[in-house]
């Protein structure tokens, strides 16, 4: 007796209970798999972009912000901060090392961010061809840039304004890509970047038109260039600066002195980074508990189905109980039943959270140019399964006794 065949066509024999408790498994399957690849994917995405980034300092407004717009580059700017006073804190006994970022400008959605080499270097950015900018108006661009704006070596464009497509064009000022990055799997991949410079000599080149236009019948023309150009370089602006403590003082004590003292903020990515997943664990928390009931319920549906067929099937185990068929072959036969059920819908579930995940991913790329590689079996998953084992071998089990403990003659004779 093939048992196997047997229990696969006892299972599509009733369609309508088969396919509801299918689908309640995948469901209550398909929402856990994809909360805990989003949360994976998240968290991962998380800590390469924030490693060795000990402290944010950047505009006042709030702190999260700051961190998502320097750090992950996923928000707009709370605003600009003098470079002297950068410089300064840079110089600070307890700071290691501090890299300067400004940005506004982008070119097809991708921001153009004026820095230093201490930032591709802070993510293990290597070359995959050409060089790092040496000059304005030179870039280097993300692995991820290249790939989909079709960018190679010896391309020039010019940027926009704000950073989203659509902005006001900088046709003034052209940029030359230089250097391609290979893929590190952090926020470089969907960065332009270049020298701070390059940023500057942008809005100058506004700054002095607007500043030429308001006041060129009041000055003499030499007065009015070189003042401007003193007063300029005096106020020199980057958005934020990333900083690298010396010791675990700098934690202690830097923030709070920045915070208090200055027209600064100051922003630990640990800690904001930590609100925001408590913050996020609440709703995840809340869908998984949902998942965790629709799977319960899942449950208690095969159950049902199970032990509703059994007393349709009386009649048959006693007849297979009469040719010779032991009583573990009528168990395994039901137990197997129940396990091939919570299998499938295991199955359905695994393949629906994938492609879940690669909506979410395209809508992700689509508005901040990240993305999630669905096709990773993550440890959690095992316990999942082991999760959905214990609830078809559940489910099963009341049949499977029933079934143990049938009386041959009585059925026969009651048929």
Same mark, same amino acid.
């Given at each position: ?16 209970? *088969? ?33 060795? &980034? ?5 505009? #006042? ?9 320097? @750090?992950?580059? &996923?928000?707009?700017? *709370?605003?600009?901060?003098?470079? #002297? ?83 006001? @064009? ?6 030359? %890509? ?23 000599? %942008? ?19 030499? *007065? ?79 159950? &049902? ?25 009528? %168990? ?9 059920? *919570? ?6 579930? &695994? ?65």
């Amino acid at each position: 007796m093939n048992i196997f065949k047997l229990s696969y066509r006892n299972m599509i024999s009733r369609p309508l209970s *088969t396919t509801l408790c299918l689908v309640l498994l995948t469901l209550g399957v398909g929402m856990i798999s994809l909360l805990l690849q989003v949360n994976h994917h998240i968290e991962q995405q998380m800590g390469n972009n924030v490693r060795g &980034i000990d402290m944010v300092v950047g505009a #006042k407004g709030s702190p999260l912000q700051l961190i998502l717009s320097a @750090v992950y580059h &996923i928000d707009a700017p *709370t605003g600009n901060i003098s470079m #002297k006073e950068a410089e300064k804190l840079k110089r600070n006994r307890l700071v290691a090392a501090g890299i300067p970022l400004s940005y506004g400008d982008s070119y097809k959605g991708y921001r153009i961010v004026g820095t230093s080499f201490d930032y591709p270097k802070l993510y293990e950015g290597s070359l995959a061809s050409g060089r790092l900018w040496q000059k304005p108006n030179e870039v280097t661009i993300g692995a991820m840039v290249a790939k989909n704006l079709g960018l190679k070596l010896g391309d020039a464009f010019v940027g926009s304004h704000g950073l989203a497509e659509g902005g006001e @064009v900088h046709d003034e000022q052209r940029y030359e %890509v230089v250097g391609i990055l290979n893929y590190s799997n952090a926020v470089l991949d969907q960065l332009i970047l270049t020298a701070t410079e390059s940023v500057w000599e %942008v809005h100058h080149h506004e700054d002095e038109v607007d500043h030429t236009a308001k006041s060129a019948e009041n000055r003499e023309p030499e *007065t009015q260039e070189e003042n401007h150009s003193e007063e300029h370089i005096d106020e020199r602006e980057i958005t934020a600066m990333l900083i690298q403590f010396r010791n675990p003082m700098g934690i202690v004590q830097l923030p709070r002195m920045i915070n208090q003292n200055t027209n600064m903020q100051a922003a630990v990515p640990a800690y904001e980074i930590s609100r925001l997943f408590s913050l996020m664990g609440v709703g995840i928390d809340m869908l998984s508990t949902i998942a965790l009931v629709i799977m319960a319920v899942s449950g208690l549906s095969i159950f &049902i189905s199970l032990y509703s067929a059994l007393k349709d099937r009386e009649y048959e185990m006693a007849l297979l109980r009469a040719y010779g068929s032991t009583r573990w072959q009528l %168990v395994w036969l039901v137990l197997q039943e129940g396990l091939l059920l *919570t299998l499938s819908g295991f199955v359905l579930g &695994i393949i629906s959270s994938r492609i879940g995940l690669w909506f979410i991913s395209v809508l992700m790329e689509a508005d901040f140019h990240y993305s999630f590689s669905g096709w990773i079996w993550l440890k959690e998953e095992w316990g999942l399964l082991l999760t959905v084992l214990i609830i078809g071998l559940l489910s099963s089990l009341l049949p499977a006794i029933r079934v143990f403990h049938i009386n041959i003659s009585r059925t026969l004779a009651d048929a």
